[in-house]
């Protein structure tokens, strides 16, 4: 159902209806967001990054292959060009205090800020390639075909990748006192 929603809005956005890629953004802008931010780990880069991939996205919209998931496709889009950001940046901002949720009491804000942090600091302590696998699985859900797509490697490469990269990130966490 969801991909003929995906498939339609993508059929009228080739056919000239501009708000039909509105409705793509709209759709699709919270998870896209929430993929480069914790790639990232910043949320004004974040913020350019998921515009950018949405602009690259418009642009290619007509090499997409309808044989394939939509949303697998503009992952692959956000996760390159977050890939990419990295590549040239080389060095990583902790993330803004002000995105902490005020829902909670300020005991249990502090705890998950603090185990929060660390988890980040340790993702962040991973090579790319364990972490983009690590947190396409466990934050945002995919199977192992959505990661293989959107790494473009073997499904297999992904499962060692994310294995290996459990190993590490528990290492990493057990050395900080996790």
Not at 2 to 23: K, M, N, Y
Not at 83 to 100: A, G, M, V
């Amino acid at each position: 159902m969801i991909e003929e929603a995906d498939s339609l809005l993508v059929r009228q956005c080739l056919g000239g209806d501009t708000r039909a890629f509105g409705a793509i953004v709209e759709k699709y802008e919270k998870t896209m967001f929430n993929v480069v931010i914790r790639m990232v780990n910043n949320y004004e880069d974040a913020q350019d990054i998921a515009q950018s991939a949405f602009v690259k996205a418009y642009e290619k919209l007509r090499t997409f292959d309808s044989k394939y998931k939509f949303f697998s496709w503009l992952y692959r889009i956000v996760v390159n060009e977050s890939l990419n950001f990295l590549n040239q940046k080389r060095n990583f901002e902790k993330l803004d205090e002000s995105l902490i949720s005020k829902e909670k009491t300020p005991e249990e804000a502090y705890d998950r800020v603090e185990a929060g942090e660390r988890i980040r600091d340790a993702l962040l302590d991973l090579k790319l390639e364990y972490r983009t696998v690590l947190v396409l699985k466990h934050f945002q859900n995919l199977s192992y075909e959505e990661i293989s797509y959107i790494v473009d490697v073997p499904q297999k490469t992904v499962k060692a990748r994310l294995f290996t990269a459990r190993q590490l990130l528990r290492e990493i966490l057990l050395k900080k006192g996790i």
